[in-house]
C-alpha cells in the first residue's frame, strides 16, 4: 500500500526489523522454489493466503480488533487482494516453475521503477523528478540485462516466466495507487492487510479446486508442507506485522530500504541451499537494478556529497 512519506531516524530495533523482513520476503521465493516441483502453483497461492488469512484473524482477535463489514470496504479488500495477491503471487509462482528463485527476487526487485511510472500517471501528488527518471532508466536497462534484449526475437517459456514475474512487479506498483483509496476508509493498515488476505483467500481457494484438483496429487512431502507453512505465516502473515510496525516507527522512505535487501537474502538462500547459479547478466542487471533503486532513494548519492563535501 501507498503510505505518505515520513523521514524518521532508525534506531537499531528498526534496522534488525528492516533486516528480518527483508529475510521473509526473501524467503517466500526460496519456500515456492521448494514447493513448485510437489504443487500447482494456485494451490500454493491458495494455501499462502489461506494459512495466512487465520493466523491474522486470529491476530486480529487477540488484539480485540474488529473486521468492518462495510460493502464499499471489502469491495475495496477484492480489489486489493486481486493486485497485491492473487496476481503477482500467481505470477510468480508460476514463473519460478521455469526459473530460479534468485532469478525472480531480483527482477521483482524493479516494483519500485513501476511504482514511480504508475504513480506520475496516475497520481497529481507524485511527479517524475529527475533522480527518479534515472533511477527509472537505470532499472529498465537492469531489467533488459537480465532478460536479455534478443529474447523477444524467439520466445520460449523462460522468456514468459520471466514476463510472468515483471507483470507481477507491475500489479504490485499497481496496488501501490489502488491502496491510496484506504486513507478515506478509516481502516488500520492491519486491518487492511487483514481484509486484503481474507478476501483473496475466498476467491484462490475454490479456484485452486476446481482448477488444479490436489486431492489427485500425491501427498506433498514434509519439506513441502514445511514450505507451505514457512511461505503462508513467516512470508505472508508475520512479514505483514513487522512491515507494519517499521512503518509506524521509521517511516515509509525508511521502509523503502527492504527493496534493496530483498535479493540479496533470496540469492543467499538459493544459492547456498539450493544450489542455484547466477549468470554474469543476472550480476549485470542486478547492479543496475541497485543503482536505480539508490538514485530513486536519494539518500546514498546525498551521503555520499556530505562525504565528499566534508573531506575538501
Known sequence: MHMKVINRSMGSLEWFLLI?????????????????DSLGPLTIVALRVGLAAVALNVIIVAMGLRM???????????????????????????????????????????????????????????????????????GIAGVIAMVGADALESINVNTLAQLAVLGAAISYACASIFGRRFRTLGCSPLVTATGQVTASAVVLIPLALVVEQPWLQPLPSREVFGAVVGLALF????????????????????????????????????TTLLGEQLEPKHLAGMLLIGLGLAAMDGRPLGLLRRKLSYSE
Do not use: C, K
Not at 20 to 36: C, H, K, N, P
Not at 85 to 100: A, C, E, K
Not at 117 to 123: E, G, K, N, R
Not at 130 to 137: E, K, Y
Open 235 to 270: 512470508s505472508t502473515a508475520l512479514a505483514y506485522i513487522l512491515y507494519f510496525r517499521i512503518l509506524a516507527t521509521a517511516g515509509a522512505t525508511n521502509l523503502a530500504l527492504v527493496t534493496f535487501l530483498i535479493p540479496v537474502s533470496a540469492i543467499l538462500l538459493g
Open 68 to 138: 468492518p463489514l462495510d460493502r464499499q470496504v471489502w469491495t475495496a479488500f477484492l480489489g486489493m487482494g486481486f493486485l497485491n495477491n492473487m496476481i503477482p503471487f500467481s505470477l510468480i509462482v508460476w514463473g519460478q516453475v521455469y526459473i530460479t528463485s534468485a532469478h525472480a527476487s531480483i527482477l521483482n526487485a524493479s516494483t519500485p521503477f513501476f511504482t514511480v511510472i504508475a504513480a506520475h500517471y496516475l497520481t497529481s501528488d507524485e511527479t517524475l523528478s529527475r533522480g527518479r527518471f534515472i533511477g527509472v532508466m537505470l
Open 20 to 36: 528480518a523482513l527483508s529475510a521473509l520476503w526473501g524467503g517466500s521465493f526460496f519456500f515456492v522454489e521448494v514447493a513448485v
